[in-house]
Each structure stands twice: as structure tokens, then as C-alpha cells.
């Protein structure tokens, strides 16, 4: 007889099922943390819930930002890990887990120390043993693209550092997805078999060249040897309150209001 995938019930299976989620938001908390680009641990949490049941299981985010993930993983009584190149996001992370942000943890499960590593994810097999992690939950940097100002709400540059080893200063959209797959390549190696990996993503446009990062990610994870699962739409809109009319009269152009979660699946 097959095991269960997970404790949800059948109701939340089915909210879950859908390939267009709406119910994402940052909390108070995340809202007041100095990240450009943080994504919400809501988020982190849903896919936990969905591909993981046991306490213990390992929860790896080879960019870890600020921890959203990891804050996901103690939560849920899951062992979270993170590697993160940005000194400053990795003091964040390490006691953001277990500090008071708002939320209201339950009592009655066992919590799991995060563990985080300030340093390139190109090396996470020096921190994160071969087949040891249950599920990846992470979001690259979307090319260079915090360093553009906003077009569509005219948000301000702030990018992730001022590293050269940050994949968010790659200037080159062929040399950024290579090296996303050096990371991507060692990820596959410290997954599990059976596992999968989810992955937040948005396309691009810089003026009149579109770059749909969600495809081009695809192409590479399956040239490492994870198979394409599922696209799910992270509908992002209620978030944007100053859309402007892009291009108007001249060139119609789309605001992009949505990411793609890449579900990947190492067999």
C-alpha cells in the first residue's frame, strides 16, 4: 500500500490543487525587513505542507535571502537549511527563524535548528551532504534585474550586493543562466531521490528583448535531470497599487503581475 504524501486533509488538497494561487502575502513582519526582492514564507510554508509529512525532514534554500524558507521550515517542525552569500541577509536569517515576527507558532511540535552558511551556493556540497534533503524550496535572483529601475511602479534600484559572485550582477543572460546552473547541478546531487525541487522565477523584459526565465530554467533543469512537474502562477496583483500605462500610445506592453513556482522532480 502507498504512503501518504502528506498530512492535508482532503479540503486543503483540493485549495491546494489549483495552478493559480491568490492566498500568498507578506506578513507585517516581512513587510518591515530590508530585502528587495524577499518572497513571503506563506509561500515557503504552502509547498512544505504539499511535499513533505514527516518532523525532521530537510528543507534546503541555496538562496536564502532572509530566511523566508527557513522561518517556513521551523514552522512546520521541518530542519531548514540556507546558504546565502550576503553577510547581512545571513544574520537576519539565522535568528529570524526563532524570533517574534507576529506569528503564532504551535506548541506541540518539535522545532529544528536552522542552519545557515554565508557563502557561495556554487559550493553547497561543502555544507549539505549528497542525497540528505527532502525538499528545495528557493528563488533565484532574476538575472540583473534589480539593478533596473521598476518600470511598471518606478520602485527605486536596490539590488542583492555588490559581490561579483552574486548571480544578480551577471551582466550576460547566457553566463547567468550557466552559472544558475553550476547551483542547480549541486542541488540535484543534495537531493534525495523522489524529491522535489520548487523554484520562484519571473520573466523579464528589458525594452524591446523579452527573456522568459521560467522556459530557459526548465531547459537547464532538465539537462541536469530533473523532469518538469507542474507551473504554478503566483498571482501577485493585489501587490501593485501604481501600475502605469506601459508603452501607451506607441508600443502595448504587458504588466507583469505574476511569478511561475517550477516545480522540478528528481526521480
Same mark, same amino acid.
Given at each position: 500500500?502507498?504512503?501518504?504524501?502528506?498530512?492535508?486533509?482532503?479540503?486543503?488538497?483540493?485549495?491546494?490543487?489549483?495552478?493559480?494561487?491568490?492566498?500568498?502575502?507578506?506578513?507585517?513582519?516581512?513587510?518591515?525587513?530590508?530585502?528587495?526582492?524577499?518572497?513571503?514564507?506563506?509561500?515557503?510554508?504552502? $509547498?512544505?505542507?504539499?511535499?513533505?509529512?514527516?518532523? =525532521?525532514?530537510?528543507?534546503?534554500?541555496?538562496?536564502?535571502?532572509? =530566511?523566508?524558507?527557513?522561518?517556513?521550515?521551523?514552522?512546520?517542525?521541518?530542519?531548514?537549511?540556507?546558504?546565502?552569500?550576503?553577510?547581512? /541577509?545571513?544574520?537576519?536569517?539565522?535568528?529570524?527563524?526563532?524570533?517574534?515576527? =507576529?506569528?503564532?507558532?504551535?506548541?506541540?511540535?518539535?522545532?529544528?535548528?536552522?542552519?545557515? /552558511?554565508?557563502?557561495?551556493?556554487?559550493?553547497?556540497?561543502?555544507?549539505?551532504?549528497?542525497?540528505?534533503?527532502?525538499?528545495?524550496?528557493?528563488?533565484?535572483?532574476?538575472?540583473?534585474?534589480?539593478?533596473?529601475?521598476?518600470?511598471?511602479?518606478?520602485?527605486?534600484?536596490?539590488?542583492?550586493?555588490?559581490?561579483?559572485?552574486? $548571480?544578480?550582477?551577471?551582466?550576460?543572460?547566457?553566463?547567468?543562466?550557466?552559472?544558475?546552473?553550476?547551483?542547480?547541478?549541486?542541488?540535484y546531487v543534495a537531493l534525495k531521490p523522489n524529491k522535489?525541487?520548487?523554484?520562484?522565477?519571473?520573466?523579464?523584459?528589458?525594452?524591446?528583448?523579452? /527573456?522568459?526565465?521560467?522556459?530557459?530554467?526548465?531547459?537547464?533543469?532538465?539537462?541536469?535531470?530533473?523532469?518538469?512537474?507542474? /507551473?504554478?502562477?503566483?498571482?501577485?496583483?493585489?501587490?501593485?497599487?501604481?501600475?502605469?500605462?506601459? =508603452?501607451?500610445?506607441?508600443?502595448?506592453?504587458?504588466?507583469?503581475?505574476?511569478?511561475?513556482?517550477?516545480?522540478?522532480?528528481?526521480?
Open positions: 500500500m502507498a504512503s501518504k504524501m502528506n498530512n492535508l486533509s482532503g479540503k486543503e488538497w483540493l485549495q491546494n490543487s489549483f495552478t493559480i494561487w491568490r492566498d500568498i502575502a507578506k506578513t507585517n513582519g516581512e513587510r518591515k525587513l530590508k530585502h528587495p526582492a524577499m518572497f513571503p514564507s506563506q509561500l515557503a510554508e504552502k $509547498l512544505i505542507n504539499i511535499y513533505t509529512k514527516d518532523p =525532521g525532514e530537510v528543507i534546503l534554500d541555496p538562496f536564502l535571502g532572509i =530566511g523566508s524558507t527557513l522561518l517556513a521550515a521551523y514552522r512546520t517542525g521541518r530542519k531548514g537549511i540556507g546558504i546565502e552569500l550576503n553577510k547581512d /541577509y545571513c544574520k537576519i536569517a539565522k535568528t529570524r527563524a526563532t524570533e517574534y515576527q =507576529g506569528e503564532i507558532f504551535e506548541t506541540n511540535i518539535e522545532r529544528f535548528a536552522p542552519e545557515v /552558511y554565508c557563502a557561495d551556493s556554487r559550493n553547497l556540497l561543502k555544507y549539505v551532504k549528497p542525497e540528505s534533503v527532502d525538499l528545495v524550496v528557493t528563488s533565484p535572483p532574476y538575472w540583473d534585474i534589480l539593478n533596473m529601475k521598476r518600470s511598471a511602479d518606478s520602485k527605486e534600484i536596490r539590488n542583492y550586493s555588490d559581490s561579483k559572485k552574486d $548571480l544578480g550582477n551577471i551582466n550576460d543572460y547566457e553566463a547567468y543562466l550557466q552559472d544558475l546552473k553550476a547551483v542547480f547541478e549541486k542541488v522535489r525541487c520548487c523554484s520562484v522565477v519571473m520573466d523579464i523584459r528589458k525594452k524591446d528583448k523579452f /527573456y522568459p526565465l521560467h522556459e530557459d530554467q526548465t531547459r537547464i533543469m532538465k539537462e541536469i535531470g530533473f523532469e518538469i512537474e507542474e /507551473y504554478v502562477i503566483w498571482d501577485r496583483q493585489k501587490e501593485y497599487n501604481n501600475m502605469k500605462t506601459l =508603452g501607451y500610445p506607441y508600443v502595448f506592453r504587458f504588466n507583469k503581475v505574476h511569478e511561475f513556482v517550477c516545480i522540478y522532480w528528481k526521480r
